[in-house]
T-cell receptor
Framework: GQSLEQPSEVTAVEGAIVQINCTYQ??????LSWYQQHDGGAPTFLSY????GLEETGRFSSFLSRSDSYGYLLLQELQMKDSASYFC???????????FGKGTMLLVSP | KAGVTQTPRYLIKTRGQQVTLSCSPI?????VSWYQQTPGQGLQFLFE???????NKGNFPGRFSGRQFSNSRSEMNVSTLELGDSALYLC?????????????FGSGTRLTVV
């Protein structure tokens, strides 16, 4: 099976930079995704990494190291609206499904 | 374009009853997946349908079933409801696997079993 580890909670202040780490154990790794979920809302797709390296989308960046089974989500210029839960999820070859981590609750304070 | 639509948004059922949840994916998306979200277990995969065929299934009892229609709309059914089935049930769609497009999730159906 697959397993993912990410911190349960991270706190930061507005304007700061925060990094949410994700380590995974899986066979047949295909890609790592990140999703954001506000309380009571639907998960929203943020980024996807299939190859090693950094993917940048506006204030958000995601990094993957396949050899280390590790990835992270980097959020820059934090805003209050970034307070939410962030989930990493792995997709394995041949299966169109996602296995999610338990999620990291990000609290952004003024 | 319209997002993923799930109905109903909220549902209260009694133990032993059955329930059917509905999901309309984004137009053109043929892959539809269902997830259960609970505070204790997080997001857990239930099943995935593609072109009316169940392509993958998660580790849930046979009381959980689903289907997909020719227009890609999907339904999931839970029979003989248990208290532990109380959860947010999320439907997600995307074009297909192998494309680095993320899933688009619906707002979910919050099921409470009493």
């Amino acid at each position: 099976g697959q397993s993912l580890e990410q911190p349960s909670e991270v706190t930061a202040v507005e304007g700061a930079i925060v990094q949410i780490n994700c380590t995974y154990q899986t066979s047949g790794f295909y890609g790592l995704s990140w999703y954001q979920q506000h309380d009571g809302g639907a998960p929203t797709f943020l980024s996807y990494n299939a190859l090693d390296g950094l993917e940048e989308t506006g204030r958000f960046s995601s990094f993957l190291s396949r050899s280390d089974s590790y990835g992270y989500l980097l959020l820059q210029e934090l805003q209050m609206k970034d307070s939410a839960s962030y989930f990493c999820a792995v997709e394995i070859s041949g299966y169109s499904t996602l296995t999610f981590g338990k999620g990291t609750m990000l609290l952004v304070s003024p | 374009k319209a997002g993923v639509t799930q109905t109903p948004r909220y549902l209260i059922k009694t133990r032993g009853q059955q329930v059917t949840l509905s999901c309309s994916p984004i137009s053109g998306h043929r892959s539809v997946s269902w997830y259960q979200q609970t505070p204790g277990q997080g997001l857990q995969f239930l099943f995935e349908y593609f072109s009316e065929t169940q392509r993958n299934k998660g580790n849930f009892p046979g009381r959980f079933s689903g289907r997909q229609f020719s227009n890609s709309r999907s339904e999931m059914n839970v029979s003989t409801l248990e208290l532990g089935d109380s959860a947010l049930y999320l439907c997600a769609s995307r074009l297909d696997r192998g494309l680095n497009y993320g899933y688009t999730f619906g707002s979910g159906t919050r099921l409470t079993v009493v």
